[in-house]
């Protein structure tokens, strides 16, 4: 770099002055500022500035330097561009791959047998995600250093495909629409070798050392942002290196559809994640009784916690006649074209838009066949409706009409997440989701008989004059609001990951998600959570779907007196929680006092007997329905 003197030069000055001071007093005489640049590496990241050496130690010329800047530079053409760290390594080969300066690395064929190949498409956290197409050993991330990144997309989320090393890593970076408009965002992920399993998109069997590989868990991270509505992103800037030493590795960027043509009719949140088969040659024929009906459908299916793919050969939708019988013949479902789908560990996926009448409030039969052998599969637990299943070794009956040859029955969903429709309006009438526990769940409610307080709402929905919006039950038995009693892995146990971490993949990547109706709590107070952390909780989750445009209405607890667990501590702790959620100061954007339509009046502590399935807690039938019956539909 060179720099002309400040008194007599003349070309790039950047700032001048009419005097200078000298020992003798002021002088007029005009000198200057000058303002000279380098050029950088594209897509590299700067650490440390050497600044040349001038006559440093002569009283010849020198030079004066008053700040170092960083003008904004044009992004790199794609997030491969700014590749400057290599991850992934082969287990025969792990020279030259260094996640975090010590020569660890990822394991490719861990990556391979899970399903993340280089160059594969997957689809997690709902955004389709390419992994690096680039060989072992070769730059395969980014670690996030303020990168300018060009990305042209648009929908609801952009989704991070990440992790941290040396701790859990997060900070600030900014998106750049095409308008000229920008947004600040956030994100971070936990640490790849220690970091929590709850909100993995995928967890690998071992780790890759100079000294030899370790059998321990390495993970990766999808975390997602919202998109401003109805503007196409052109570019990113990744956030700054963290101040904590901690750095956040990106592997992949992708975008979230915004759906809005198409609405959730029927939904169920993974909890245990993990039923055993093992299922070999295999057709399973499950219920979904829907809500919103439409001309067009498409499945949802979520490999959520397993830690290997599962291959569908055929999946079939019929609207159900009776028990395992179908109306008529079932309807294929294709994915990008084809009838069979392998779906990586962790991973989604979404079948393609077909014609199809589904009738509002009725029973569908989806049927899934896997020609292999499924060791485990993600699961919704409490299906509270019996599902049909052939043997092993019966072969593809998915086209089935009334002769499924039904083996045994079962009460669970498996893979199956959701089934969304198109009303035919554009924009759709939009998704109310319905985040909860064992009471969203419908636990006590008539077996067979579609009586959740879910069911019983998208009924009163269909039934008045309102936008005959999908209402989907995203209730799981047992859970708490800020604790895992599944913590993502095996064997874990169950009642799901808490509802802060399943918040993104349960509510925020449902199509058509417009309105979140949150019941949960009295599962943490009764496990001893005083009220302060669940309320801390709910306030995090309204804040997250707020960010994402939704409509929020917190829910009162309900009241269980009666029940094993009750205490008048933990009454306190209920009325506490209640209290806030009926004065939440802008928390929530309404409340629907479920313990007021539910609770015995000549002893609110408890249920009403009449709604009481008997064991204190869970309200029966008629108790869903007098709660279902509480909901504002104007609100919604």
């Not at 956290?125 to 990144?149: E, F």
């Not at 989320?157 to 990440?162: K, M, N, P």
């Not at 308008?179 to 956030?186: E, I, L, V």
């Amino acid at each position: 770099m060179a720099v002309p003197d400040w008194w007599t030069g003349t070309v790039g000055i950047a700032a001048v002055s009419p005097y200078r001071n000298s020992g003798s007093g002021r002088q007029v005489h005009q000198v200057s500022l000058y303002l000279t640049s380098v050029p950088l590496v594209a897509g590299k990241s700067v650490a440390s500035v050497t600044l040349p050496n001038v006559n440093a130690s002569s009283s010849g010329p020198a030079l004066h330097v008053f700040a170092v800047a960083f003008a904004p530079v044009a992004p790199v053409a794609d997030l491969a561009a700014a590749f400057n760290n290599t991850a992934i390594s082969d287990d025969g080969n792990v020279a030259g791959a260094n996640i975090d300066g010590w020569g660890n690395s990822f394991s490719q064929q861990d990556l391979i047998a899970a399903g993340w190949s280089p160059g594969a498409r997957v689809v997690a956290g709902a955004a389709s995600l390419t992994m690096p197409q680039t060989a072992a050993g070769k730059p395969d991330n980014v670690v996030a250093n303020g990168q300018r990144i060009g990305y042209s997309t648009s929908g609801s989320a952009l989704s991070f495909l990440a992790t941290s090393v040396d701790g859990a890593a997060s900070g600030a970076g900014t998106l750049s629409y095409s308008d000229g408009s920008t947004q600040n965002y956030t994100i971070g992920t936990p640490d790849w070798i220690t970091g929590a399993t709850d909100t993995m998109a995928v967890s690998l069997p071992h780790w890759n050392r100079t000294s030899g590989q370790a059998s321990a868990s390495a993970k990766l991270y999808v975390e997602s942002v919202p998109l401003a509505a109805g503007k196409t992103l052109s570019a990113l800037t990744l956030p700054a290196a963290g101040a904590n030493g901690a750095q956040l590795h990106i592997f992949a960027i992708g975008s979230r559809d915004s759906s809005a043509a198409w609405a959730g009719s029927w939904a169920a949140a993974a909890d245990d994640g993990l039923v055993p088969g093992p299922w070999t040659n295999r057709t399973l024929r499950m219920v979904e009784h829907s809500s919103v009906g439409g001309s067009q459908v498409r499945i949802r299916l979520d490999n959520a916690f397993v830690g290997t793919p599962v291959n569908v050969g055929h999946a079939t939708i019929a609207v159900q006649s009776s028990a395992s019988a179908a109306s008529g013949t079932p309807v294929t479902l294709t994915f990008h074209g084809n009838r069979a789908v392998t779906i990586p560990a962790g991973g989604q996926a979404l079948s393609d838009a077909v014609p199809f009448a589904v009738p509002a409030d009725a029973n569908l039969l989806v049927s899934l066949y896997f020609p292999g052998t499924v060791q485990l599969e993600s699961v919704h637990s409490l299906g509270t409706q019996d599902m049909y299943s052939s043997a092993d070794q019966a072969g593809d009956q998915t086209a089935a009409v009334s002769s499924f040859p039904v083996n045994n029955t079962f009460g669970f969903w498996t893979l199956l997440s959701g089934v969304d429709v198109q009303t035919g309006t554009t924009p759709g009438p939009g998704t109310v989701v319905a985040l909860g526990d064992s009471i969203t769940d419908g636990v006590g409610s008539t077996y067979n008989g579609n009586a959740r307080w879910p069911n019983d709402l998208a009924r009163r929905v269909l039934a008045s004059s309102y936008p005959h919006r999908g209402v989907i039950d995203e209730g799981i038995s047992a859970n708490k609001v800020v604790t895992d009693d599944f913590t993502g892995v095996q064997g874990s146990g169950g009642g799901g990951i808490s509802a802060v971490s399943r918040v993104d993949r349960d509510v925020l990547s449902q199509s058509g998600a417009r309105t979140l109706i949150i019941l949960e709590g009295v599962n943490d107070i009764k496990a001893g959570t005083p009220a302060d952390q669940v309320i801390a909780g709910l306030k995090q989750i309204a804040a997250t779907a707020h960010a994402y445009g939704m409509t929020v209405i917190g829910g009162t607890v309900t009241p269980f007196q009666g029940y094993s667990a009750w205490t008048t501590a933990y009454e306190a702790q209920r009325q506490t929680l209640n209290n806030f959620v009926r004065a939440s100061g802008g928390v929530f954007d309404s409340y629907v006092d479920f313990d007021a339509a539910v609770r015995d009046p000549s002893n609110p502590a408890a249920l009403l007997p009449a709604d009481d399935s008997g064991d204190h807690l869970h309200p029966s039938s008629a108790g869903y329905t007098a709660m279902a019956a509480a909901v504002d539909l104007s609100k919604l």
